[in-house]
């Protein structure tokens, strides 16, 4: 019973460019969050989705975050026009479903590096 | 793998309570972190508190302090005179090096009035 899938697990980008992470939730989960660790800092929120639709984005950057979670297919964080900030450890979760006390599972998350 | 093992997935204590929260860790390095975050239902992921494992002496923040026995790789949460505050789910995180985070699966606090 694989766990959450992310891939990948490093990825490297030029300022400017574009980053696609990605996240399989636990067969039979539905429900995806995503988290972004920052250098000495801790985990901080994102983005909630659920199949299709998005929860609660309430931690997501005005600008240049997007997220997804198509029917089929893997969750989507996309990074448009990368910046050194943009440098963190991308982790993502998902629940059977959005109850609080509903266990979250975690990937290995994505290092993304900036150049 | 690295695995961080929370044994409880759920507790339930009286408010002014104190209650534990048990977590052991595999790990092949030497130098590491580990951590105890609190998700409450806003679902962010705050600090409670950190401990570098070349440091012998336990952490403590307040009603928060750990039991760190790096030879039995434990790492265990006491929380002093619960309150109701506390009720969330806590997650044991072990990090560092080139593995980065590891996370347990949680255990859900439940602080009773």
């Known amino acids: 019973n694989a766990g959450v899938m992310q891939n990948p697990r490093h990825l490297v980008r030029r300022r400017g460019q574009e980053a696609r992470l990605r996240c399989s939730p636990m067969?039979?989960?539905?429900?995806v969050y995503w988290y972004r660790q920052l250098p000495e800092e801790g985990l901080k929120f994102m983005v909630y989705l659920q199949k299709e639709n998005i929860i609660d984005e309430s931690g997501m950057p005005k600008e240049r975050f997007s997220a997804e979670f198509p029917k089929e297919g893997p969750s989507i964080l996309r990074i448009q026009q990368v910046v050194r900030g943009d440098s963190a450890a991308y982790f993502c979760?998902?629940?059977?479903?959005?109850?609080?006390?509903?266990?979250?599972?975690f990937g290995d998350g994505t290092r993304l590096s900036i150049l | 793998a690295q695995t961080v093992t929370q044994s409880q997935p759920e507790m339930s204590v009286q408010e002014a309570e104190t209650v534990t929260l048990s977590c052991t860790y595999d790990t092949s390095e030497n130098n590491y972190y580990l951590f105890w975050y609190k998700q409450p239902p806003s679902r962010q992921m705050i600090l409670v508190i950190r401990q570098e494992a070349y440091k012998q002496q336990n952490a403590t923040e307040n009603r928060f302090s750990v039991n760190f026995q790096k030879a039995a790789k434990s790492f265990s949460l006491k929380i002093s005179d619960s309150q109701l505050g506390d009720t969330a789910m806590y997650f044991c995180l072990r990090g560092g090096g080139a593995d980065g985070l590891t996370f347990g699966k949680g255990t859900h606090l439940i602080i009773q009035p």
């Open positions: 979760a998902s629940s059977r479903t959005g109850l609080v006390n509903q266990p979250q599972h």
């Open positions: 067969k039979g989960h539905s429900h």
